[in-house]
């Protein structure tokens, strides 16, 4: 996946898009509340905004969008020095990896989670023969174990059908 | 004085307070390299242990432990672009191209000398000037440190990676981020959704963990797997030596010399915190530069300014907490309960009766910092071997520790969730160049800012920052560097796309 300039254009809305929404929801709040939230999503909006409209309609702008432009320009024109990517299967296969772990981590407790992320990593991106990743990580598991039971001060997380 | 400094040299060279300084040291060296588990759970950890033991002692443990800590934290900025500590942000712009550069090992020797160097200037300077710090400690208060911060997030947004614009609206986003939890002043919950979770906020190591951590695991994944030239490491090997990081502090003498004094400075102000110090330092000191250009892709200036401020000020740092009893950070919090448990009340008193207790404490933050930089430098060349191991190693064995840190701040699961998502938008936001390293400090500053801004309207008025000179001054000065580095940017553009037009 490589950055493109209707990526970045997306990037920019959505950001917009919540920041106009941070600055709605700070309006509920009483005056003094809101006074700063309110001043900053105001000012982060507008830049958002600007950078937009500089982007999009400016030749040359700030810093670095001058640069930007550039890039998508020789891009566009096929003459970048990049132009392939990485495929977008392994793109999303890397994004996946934090919310695999985290819905194992959440389903099954931390000590389950650690064991099958590691020794399933190990086995299926490291090539790894199926004793050694299990050997890996029931030794990444015992020490994760071992953390808790020496330092750290909270009781291991046991997933969520067996916590309290 | 001289002889208040002896009196309180020799009650640290007893064997006792030498061992508890060394016991502390490795506690800490041993702890630091959890994300989330940083100085404050190591000095909690060691708190049982104080009772019974005379000032110096009790005061060595923690401190040894704290001063590891925040050594091991610049370690993981460097070697992983991880941040342990917020303060340790900064490294991360420049340690970490340098690892990726094969330069670890003179990144982090650097970093231990420039601490060392920084701490021994910093006691020397804070010794000799007592007297007249007292006067700077009193004239500075909220609407300085409100500006200050603004000046220190401007700067560095300003001086980032990419757009100035880009760097600004992540900036923008990490102080909207900080607001999210309940409103230091009125109490009310802002932006949690009903969520008890979020009425504490989102805590710093859980957003750092994410946004660097996670996101730099989804990229090296993305690099070992696809495209040309994919690799399967960091690094493939390191090729610096310790001389030369040791080397670079004595060659850039005054940016160390003028970042120490800035240490000191920024120590004893109450409540600026040890993150505005290191932005400060950081922005000084590219400004400062012959070659700023080089900042934020390696310059190992950009390692020596961070650390020797952070040592400096962390001596200079016992000032309000002794005088004023006002800790700068929660390790210095902790501190404050160790001297209650020890019988020392903290107050003005302590600045002109007991002043052997307060160097005894300056002492030990010396000598802890020599021993922990000296372990520092012999070990950096181990260290540096982290960054190149392969990446099916360091993959699963940096989201474990990520996993593991989130989950120990505070003990919630949901802290997990929070750092997994940030992770992905660290991811996008390094992908359409958004500094992370901006909303991170954002985050950071936001409570300060707010605090001080509220105070500030209190005490002065909605016009606080044009009825105090030096608040004035601050805020000039931001504009006038917002304005040069606008004018500057203008200028570039034209140049580049003309040289790209012209270019075959």
């Known amino acids: 996946m490589r950055p493109t300039r209707r990526g970045d254009?997306?990037?920019?809305?959505?950001?917009?898009?919540?920041?106009?929404?941070?600055?709605?929801?700070?309006?509920?709040?009483?005056?003094?509340?809101?006074?700063?939230?309110?001043?900053?999503?105001?000012?982060?909006?507008?830049?958002?905004?600007?950078?937009?409209?500089?982007?999009?309609?400016?030749?040359?702008?700030?810093?670095?969008?001058?640069?930007?432009?550039?890039?998508?320009?020789?891009?566009?024109?096929?003459?970048?020095?990049?132009?392939?990517?990485?495929?977008?299967?392994?793109?999303?296969?890397?994004?996946?990896?934090?919310?695999?772990?985290?819905?194992?981590?959440?389903?099954?407790?931390?000590?389950?989670?650690?064991?099958?992320?590691?020794?399933?990593?190990?086995?299926?991106?490291?090539?790894?023969?199926?004793?050694?990743?299990?050997?890996?990580?029931?030794?990444?598991?015992?020490?994760?174990?071992?953390?808790?039971?020496?330092?750290?001060?909270?009781?291991?997380?046991?997933?969520?059908?067996?916590?309290? | 004085m001289l002889l208040a400094s002896l009196h309180g040299l020799l009650s640290v060279l007893t064997p006792e307070t030498l061992e508890a300084l060394i016991l502390g040291i490795l506690w800490g060296y041993l702890v630091s390299f959890m994300p989330g588990v940083g100085g404050i759970v190591a000095m909690a950890l060691l708190l049982p242990f104080i009772f019974g033991m005379s000032f110096p002692t009790a005061m060595a443990l923690l401190i040894g432990a704290h001063t590891a800590t925040i050594f091991g934290s610049s370690i993981t900025s460097i070697l992983l672009n991880v941040p342990g500590a917020a303060k340790s942000v900064v490294l991360c712009w420049d340690g970490y191209p340098m690892t990726l550069r094969g330069e670890a090992v003179r990144a982090l020797s650097a970093s231990a000398t420039a601490a060392l160097v920084g701490g021994i200037i910093g006691v020397l300077f804070l010794t000799g000037a007592l007297p007249l710090l007292n006067i700077v400690m009193n004239a500075v208060s909220s609407p300085e440190i409100f500006a200050l911060a603004i000046w220190g997030l401007t700067i560095i947004a300003i001086f980032s990676e990419g757009s100035i614009l880009k760097g600004l609206i992540a900036a923008g986003i990490g102080l909207m981020l900080s607001f999210v939890g309940e409103d230091p002043v009125t109490g009310v919950p802002r932006y949690t959704f009903g969520s008890l979770f979020l009425q504490t906020g989102i805590q710093f190591p859980v957003a750092a963990i994410g946004l660097f951590a996670v996101s730099q695991m989804i990229k090296l994944f993305l690099r070992s797997r696809g495209g040309a030239g994919a690799r399967e490491r960091l690094v493939q090997e390191d090729h610096s030596t310790i001389w030369q990081g040791i080397r670079d502090v004595f060659v850039h003498w005054r940016t160390e010399l003028q970042m120490a004094l800035f240490g000191v400075l920024a120590g004893i102000v109450p409540g600026l915190g040890a993150p505005v110090a290191a932005v400060g330092a950081y922005g000084q000191a590219m400004q400062t530069s012959r070659h700023p250009e080089r900042f934020g892709h390696g310059a190992v200036e950009g390692v020596i300014a961070p650390e020797a401020t952070d040592a400096a000020s962390e001596g200079a740092g016992m000032l309000p907490l002794i005088a004023l009893g006002i800790p700068a950070h929660e390790q210095q919090a902790l501190l404050l309960s160790a001297f209650v448990i020890l019988g020392v009340a903290p107050g003005p008193g302590m600045l002109t009766h007991h002043l052997p207790l307060v160097f005894s404490l300056?002492?030990?933050?010396?000598?802890?910092?020599?021993?922990?930089?000296?372990?520092?430098?012999?070990?950096?060349?181990?260290?540096?071997?982290?960054?190149?191991?392969?990446?099916?190693?360091?993959?699963?064995?940096?989201?474990?520790?990520?996993?593991?840190?989130?989950?120990?701040?505070?003990?919630?699961?949901?802290?997990?969730?929070?750092?997994?998502?940030?992770?992905?938008?660290?991811?996008?936001?390094?992908?359409?160049?958004?500094?992370?390293?901006?909303?991170?400090?954002?985050?950071?500053?936001?409570?300060?800012?707010?605090?001080?801004?509220h105070v500030s309207v209190s005490l002065y008025g909605d016009l606080f920052f044009v009825r105090r000179p030096i608040t004035l001054a601050i805020v000039c000065l931001t504009l006038a560097t917002l304005a040069w580095a606008i004018l500057r940017a203008r200028r570039q553009p034209s140049e580049e796309i003309a040289e790209g037009v012209a270019a075959p």
């Open chain 1, 9 to 164: 254009n997306a990037m920019a809305f959505l950001l917009l898009a919540l920041t106009l929404g941070y600055f709605a929801l700070g309006w509920t709040y009483d005056p003094l509340t809101r006074a700063l939230p309110e001043l900053v999503s105001g000012i982060t909006a507008g830049l958002l905004i600007v950078y937009l409209l500089v982007t999009n309609l400016g030749k040359a702008g700030l810093a670095g969008v001058g640069r930007q432009q550039m890039a998508w320009r020789q891009d566009e024109a096929g003459q970048g020095a990049e132009t392939k990517g990485v495929p977008v299967p392994v793109v999303l296969t890397a994004l996946a990896l934090p919310i695999a772990y985290l819905l194992l981590f959440l389903f099954l407790g931390i000590i389950p989670a650690v064991f099958l992320f590691v020794s399933t990593y190990l086995w299926k991106f490291g090539k790894a023969r199926w004793y050694v990743a299990l050997t890996a990580g029931a030794l990444s598991s015992f020490a994760v174990y071992a953390l808790f039971l020496t330092l750290l001060k909270y009781p291991l997380y046991t997933g969520i059908f067996r916590s309290p």
């Open chain 2, 362 to 453: 300056i002492w030990i933050i010396l000598l802890g910092y020599i021993i922990v930089c000296l372990l520092g430098i012999v070990a950096a060349p181990r260290l540096a071997k982290i960054a190149t191991l392969p990446s099916t190693i360091l993959i699963p064995a940096v989201l474990t520790i990520a996993v593991v840190g989130s989950f120990s701040v505070e003990g919630i699961a949901y802290d997990v969730a929070v750092a997994m998502c940030f992770g992905i938008v660290g991811y996008f936001m390094d992908l359409y160049q958004y500094s992370r390293a901006d909303l991170v400090i954002g985050f950071v500053l936001g409570p300060i800012i707010e605090s001080t801004y």
